[in-house]
């Protein structure tokens, strides 16, 4: 084979595989970075869909990796006074009792190293409440999941659950079942074992026994649910 040839051959393999080498590297600088940005999610059912056993199960596998997590429960709920308890029977401590003027994003401020923070009954927080936590999870970097009802015995919407409707990255259903085996939708509330269709959103003990319960379209509108 001809000398000059294979110098011409030799130097445009190099230059061929230095050409290579740049683009590569060029490739690299230019690469982009993955960023995962913490989200807010809220997990919605309605009465018996077990929201608070999925939140205890949920702080279980947070830190049987060594994560840390943060309970947060709204201060109306008086149900289990400082814990959350689910129908099974299991419990959690509650880490921030939060009433309606608490600023949630200057009280989890206190805590450090939080991977997770987790919101029982979130329908019961104020829609500024709700802001805070979205502002926990996208300026402080810390996921928040909350768990809570779409909707009142009357079919009208919490505001702590329409702000989540309006801002949560997330947002997923707990399926649950009625009585005649279709599925539950509607949340009903029985004062002295009768459904009843009227009254505050929030009702307060008074001596009455107050029973919350759900059921599908059909039987709520049966009941005497107004739609």
């Known amino acids: 084979?001809?000398?000059?040839y294979l110098r011409i051959y030799f130097a445009n393999s190099f230059a061929t595989k230095e050409k290579?080498?740049?683009?590569?590297?060029?490739?690299?600088?230019?690469c982009p970075i993955l960023i995962v940005m913490a989200k807010i999610h809220f997990k919605y059912g309605a009465m018996n869909s077990g929201k608070s056993d999925t939140l205890i199960k949920t702080a279980y596998n947070y830190e049987e990796r060594g994560l840390k997590v943060l309970v947060?429960?709204?201060g109306v709920d008086t149900k289990g006074d400082n814990k959350v308890?689910?129908?099974g029977g299991h419990e959690r401590n509650v880490d921030i009792l939060a009433h309606s003027e608490l600023d949630l994003e200057k009280e989890v401020a206190k805590y450090s190293n939080l991977a997770?923070?987790?919101?029982?009954?979130?329908?019961f927080l104020t829609q500024k409440q709700i802001s805070q936590l979205f502002k926990l999870?996208?300026?402080?970097d810390i996921s928040v999941i909350c768990y809570g009802l779409r909707a009142d015995f009357q079919t009208q919407l919490f505001p702590g659950s329409e702000r989540l409707f309006e801002i949560a990255d997330n947002i997923e259903k707990l399926p649950t079942m009625c009585f005649c085996g279709s599925q539950a939708e509607f949340n009903t509330?029985?004062?002295?074992?009768?459904?009843?269709?009227?009254?505050d959103q929030v009702a307060i003990e008074?001596?009455?026994d107050i029973v919350y319960d759900s059921l599908c379209g059909k039987c709520y509108v049966r009941e005497g649910g107004s739609i």
Do not use: T
């Not at 290579?20 to 230019?30: E, H, T, V």
């Open 20 to 30: 290579a080498q740049r683009s590569d590297r060029k490739k690299l600088w230019f």
């Open 72 to 74: 947060i429960k709204p």
């Open 189 to 199: 509330r029985k004062v002295n074992g009768k459904y009843v269709f009227k009254g």
């Open 116 to 123: 997770c923070i987790l919101v029982d009954e979130a329908q």
């Open 85 to 87: 308890v689910a129908r």
């Open 1 to 4: 084979m001809n000398r000059n």
């Open 137 to 140: 999870a996208k300026q402080h």
């Open 206 to 208: 008074n001596g009455d």
